[in-house]
């Protein structure tokens, strides 16, 4: 098996951002998609107030990588969801991260 255990997906937000109407649906979908790839989640809350909510993989000691951004529109989670899954699966082509190649079959399963 793959070790992703120094994966995480990372969730920026601005502690104004409301959290019911925005953040709910970014947390729900990486939390799901972080489940599929076997990583860790966080949701790091910030003081400084700016308006996009952001979603970035990391893997280990590298730069995190920037996947999602929402400026404020109204999305699902399910919606989301599709585009990290989509994200993941064309990361997982770049030789860096060979442990998301083997998961590509498990990304692009329809759940």
């Known amino acids: 098996m793959l070790s992703t255990q120094d ?10 951002v409301p959290r019911e109407s925005r ?3 970014v947390s729900a979908a990486a939390e799901k998609m972080a489940k ?6 966080e949701i790091k ?18 730069e995190p990588i920037p996947i999602y951004c929402n400026n404020g529109g109204a999305t699902d989670a399910q919606e989301i969801y599709t585009t990290l899954r989509n994200m993941m699966f064309v990361l997982s082509f770049h030789p860096k991260h060979s442990t998301l190649r083997g998961l590509r079959k498990e990304i692009m399963r329809l759940s």
């Open 7 to 16: 994966s995480k997906l990372l969730v920026y937000a601005s502690s104004s």
């Open 36 to 41: 599929l790839l076997n990583v860790s989640m």
């Open 45 to 62: 809350r910030f003081r400084k107030r700016f308006t996009p909510i952001y979603v970035y993989y990391k893997n280990g000691d590298e």
């Open 23 to 25: 953040l709910k649906p």
